[in-house]
């Protein structure tokens, strides 16, 4: 909404005039902003028996050990938030570029903890690209190996977009 009243200032500074209609019906399209229905993409799931699943991607993309820790901090507290609530959550860590070496046993510097939510928390996936372990593969001469618990799918970026428009919040750490 301030952003809105930012660009009618600046539109004024420059010279710019809305007829009285348009500055009525533009007022009222940001009065009414905050009050409006969210697309059903961006909706909470409700399944058969009217409880709600909320869902949410995390993106790691970056070897960077800061990103991986807090991306799995994020999985956890989210999952504890709504278990808290008795609400479920869908949790997608979706691995790609310089970030897969999250899931490479012999490279990750958080292995224990890919483990413990392996055998902890049923709600929370892992998922790499295949693209990536493509690359990897012809620059190293064979494919890496990576948890035997990851999902692996055509194109990480690919599934990040099929996910957003499934509804999942998309969360790059």
Known sequence: ?????????????????????????????????????????AQ???????????????????????????????????SRFYSDKAEEIDIRIVVYGPGLTMLRPDRTPVMERLTSFDQSMPNVAFVACGNTLDTLEREEGSRPEIVPF???VEAGVAELIRLDEEGFTIVKP
């Open 1 to 41: 909404m301030f952003r809105s009243f930012r660009l009618l200032r600046a539109a004024r500074a420059t010279g710019f005039r809305l007829p009285a209609a348009g500055l009525m019906l533009a007022l009222a399209a940001m009065v009414a902003a905050p009050f409006a229905v969210l697309p059903a993409a």
């Open 44 to 78: 909470p799931a409700e399944d058969d028996g009217g409880f709600v699943t909320h869902r949410l991607a995390l993106q790691v993309s970056d070897d960077d050990e800061a990103a991986m820790r807090s991306a799995l901090d994020i999985a956890a507290n989210v």
């Open 150 to 152: 990851a999902e692996v």
